[in-house]
């Protein structure tokens, strides 16, 4: 049973591009959660979605700032016109439906580096 | 919101020594509390959780307390070995709730 897949694993952009985060959940999981980490800090809750609807947004900035998790394919979060504050690493999680066991299964992240 | 606090944010033990690390949270509604443990470029990884309806939970060399009055939770780590080396982040949540509030980390050196 794979894992939460997060690809890229690494990627770099120049400032004013476009950033596609992709994050596939565990088989069976319909719950994904989005958290951002900075340098020697915590997780930040950014987004947190089911298929189709996007369930909690309030981690995420307002502008330049989207993510999806469409019925069909992975989530993507989407980061727009890229600055350098952005760099960080971004970690997609998942879960079976809310409240069976309240365990978030993480992916391998994806680093962001904006030049 | 909750606000999840987490020390220290460094520590360094001899191995087969114990290690603690302590938390804190302020949403007396959160009754579920994680901890993860991250490896270098790894995602974080579950390694125990505890409930509020329980003070006290043991997995092997892994235990982790809760103090709801308090609002405290603690992990210990009993004899320490080198691959225990990692962040560990402890986190506040509730069955109702959205989010997962973090911890900031602790890094965790076991010196063999």
């Given at each position: 049973n794979a894992g939460v897949m997060q690809n890229p694993r690494h990627l770099v952009r120049r400032r004013g591009q476009e950033a596609r985060l992709r994050c596939s959940p565990m088989k069976g999981h319909s719950h994904v959660y989005w958290y951002r980490q900075l340098p020697e800090e915590g997780l930040k809750f950014m987004v947190y979605l089911q298929k189709e609807n996007i369930i909690d947004e309030s981690g995420m900035p307002k502008e330049r700032f989207s993510a999806e998790f469409p019925k069909e394919g992975p989530s993507i979060l989407r980061i727009q016109q890229v600055v350098r504050g952005d760099s960080a690493a971004y970690f997609c999680a998942s879960s079976p439906v809310?409240?069976?066991?309240?365990e978030l299964f993480f992916g391998e992240g994806s680093r962001l580096t904006v030049l | 919101g909750e606000n999840v606090e987490q020390h220290p944010s460094t520590l360094s033990v001899q191995e087969g020594d114990s290690a603690v690390i302590k938390c804190t949270y302020s949403d007396s509604a959160s009754n579920y509390f994680p901890w993860y443990k991250q490896e270098l470029g790894k995602g974080p990884q579950l390694i125990i959780d505890i409930r509020s309806n329980v003070g006290e939970k043991k997995d092997q060399r892994i235990a982790v307390t809760l103090n709801k009055t308090a609002k405290h939770f603690s992990l210990h780590i009993t004899?320490?070995?080198?691959?225990?080396?990692a962040v560990y982040f402890c986190a506040a949540s509730t069955d109702t709730g959205n989010q997962f509030y973090f911890g900031t980390g602790t890094s965790l050196t076991v010196i063999p």
């Open positions: 809310r409240g069976e066991t309240g | 004899e320490t070995q080198p691959e225990d080396s």
